[in-house]
């Protein structure tokens, strides 16, 4: 049998790649802001509901770059139950992470222990909305307001979600996306921000900030980078928006069957559908109660790998555990966020994902006796 992996790209059928390749041969015009590009912006600020929205080679350099363009100094508050690309981001412009403890309902901020975080020296939040779970963007919006602080959410994971009919990309001063290839949407690597239009040269900064900084020919303002989405990915994301719809409808199928097998089991914790939001079905994260139990994640983890059925740890360890970052930090500060990171295993979840597949690993895990 083939190995079971914790998710499976999704791609579009190949013939259409291809013939959307053909265009590409016949300009040369390969990236820089090429024909599919702009397209796909287009397409994706309509899809997003987003005001203003900036194309770029991958998920991490659109977040790391929006924080640039913000020119922020001091601490930023922001969680560490998230991927490694959120905290580097934060200090490889120069910035000092604050790590605020998760909410055990679905492992979001705490927005009640933000307050408790802020200094003289805070100059923005930076939440993450993990697993596709909606951060309480309302609370954390008075809070910013209250002492003047810019909010850029982590929306990696939050594709095509919509609060209240509003559209995820909507909240704070710019929230990032990620399409790479293990996303609901993917350009392959890709990634994008999307803010207010009315923030002083966000846009031009954004854009420059991609392109070496340069303005034109002659004037280049900015230490930028190089973070170019070409024309392949884009290529890649126009074929796959056209499924998207059809591939989350799938996703929800597997959703919906996991949680047949696995709602309400004694020491086994579901994230509840939150109130008031379209899920896209981006991760099945399940936490396990040793002291219920008398087993843990660890164990179930192990187990499954037996079975060629391969899920992931996301997210352990926390960042702030991360040798690079373990010396300055106790994750202790974040009990939740520490233990939810303990006890956390995200299952296989992709649109092809048979329901038969569920019900086996669904099986495995309740068949299990330490
Ligand atoms: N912020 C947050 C909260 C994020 O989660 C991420 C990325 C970012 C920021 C940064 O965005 P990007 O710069 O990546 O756009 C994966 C992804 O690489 C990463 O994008 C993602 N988060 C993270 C949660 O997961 P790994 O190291 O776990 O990936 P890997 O290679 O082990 O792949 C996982 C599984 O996916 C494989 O077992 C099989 C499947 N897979 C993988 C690849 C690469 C495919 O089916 N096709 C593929 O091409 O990080």
Known sequence: ?????????????????????????????????????????????????ATELELFVNGHMALELALQAM???GEVITTPFTFASTTHAIVRNGLT??????????????????????????????????YGNICDVDRIHEIAQKHGLKVIYDAAHTFGVT???RGVATFGDASMFSFHATKVFHTIEGGAVCFNGEQNGLKEDLY?????????EVVVDAVGANSKMNEFQ???????????????????????????HLNGVPGIKLVQPQKDVKPNYA???????????????????????????????????????????????DAKDTPVALETSKRVLTLPLYADLDLSDVDRICELILGYRA
């Open 283 to 329: 991760y099945f994260p399940v936490v396990f109660d040793e002291t219920v139990l008398g087993y843990g994640r660890d164990d179930i983890y192990e187990m499954l790998k037996q079975h060629d059925i391969f899920t992931r740890k996301y997210f352990y360890p926390l960042t702030s555990e991360f040798q690079c970052y373990s010396d300055r930090y």
């Open 97 to 130: 992470p604050v790590f605020c403890d998760i909410n055990d309902r679905d492992y979001t901020m705490d927005a009640e222990k933000i307050e408790g975080l802020i200094t003289e020296k805070t100059c923005a939040i930076v939440p993450v909305h993990v």
């Open 163 to 165: 609060y209240k009919g």
């Open 208 to 216: 420059g900030l991609k392109n070496f900084g340069i303005r034109n």
């Open 234 to 260: 884009a290529a890649m994301g126009l074929c796959n928006l056209r499924h998207l719809d059809g591939e989350i409808e799938k996703r929800s199928r597997v959703v919906a069957r996991y949680r047949e």
């Open 71 to 73: 020119n922020l100094q």
């Open 1 to 49: 049998e083939t190995p079971i992996m914790v998710t499976r790209s999704s791609l579009p059928p190949l013939e259409e790649y291809v013939e959307m390749l053909k265009p590409i041969w016949e300009s040369a015009w390969l990236t820089n802001m090429g024909e599919y590009h702009e397209e796909l912006k287009r397409q994706l600020k309509r899809f997003l509901k």
